[in-house]
């Protein structure tokens, strides 16, 4: 059975750090882009940030550039986004996702919720003083 675990969530104040995890069970990462993604209250969820099967692409929404950075680890099946100089506005769960990918299109990453299939149940960040 596919499963998306994310962790690492939490209540941080402006400014701080925090670094979500994924893991995922019953398949291998391998053969998929994957994307973080958060919702915030009484909004849509919006993506964050994908990282490419390869690994050698990734991307991010224009409000988090410089200040969040996602990886993978094939070797542990995990993916990770670090999340540093934190605001309030970043309050959100934060869900990890999945996309399968072809060998053609391993370099490959968007950021559209309608590409990913498979989601994790998430984890909050609050960002406060």
């Known amino acids: 059975q596919l499963q998306l675990v994310e962790s690492g969530g939490g209540l941080v104040q402006p400014g701080g750090s925090l670094r979500l995890s994924c893991a995922a069970s019953?398949?291998?990462?391998?053969?998929?882009?994957i994307g973080w993604f958060r919702q915030a209250p009484g909004k849509e969820r919006e993506g964050v940030s994908c990282?490419?099967?390869?690994?050698?692409?990734?991307n991010y929404v224009d409000s988090v550039k410089g200040r969040f950075t996602i990886s993978r680890d094939n070797a542990k099946n995990t993916v990770s986004l670090q999340m540093n100089n934190l605001k309030p506005e970043d309050t959100a769960v934060y869900y990890c996702?999945?996309?399968?990918?072809?060998?053609?299109?391993?370099?490959?990453?968007?950021?559209?919720?309608?590409?990913?299939?498979?989601w994790g149940q998430g984890t909050q960040v609050t960002v406060s003083s």
């Open positions: 996702a999945v996309k399968p990918v072809s060998p053609f299109l391993r370099s490959v990453c968007y950021i559209r919720r309608e590409d990913f299939g498979s």
């Open positions: 019953g398949f291998s990462l391998d053969y998929y882009a």
């Open positions: 990282i490419s099967r390869s690994g050698s692409t990734t």
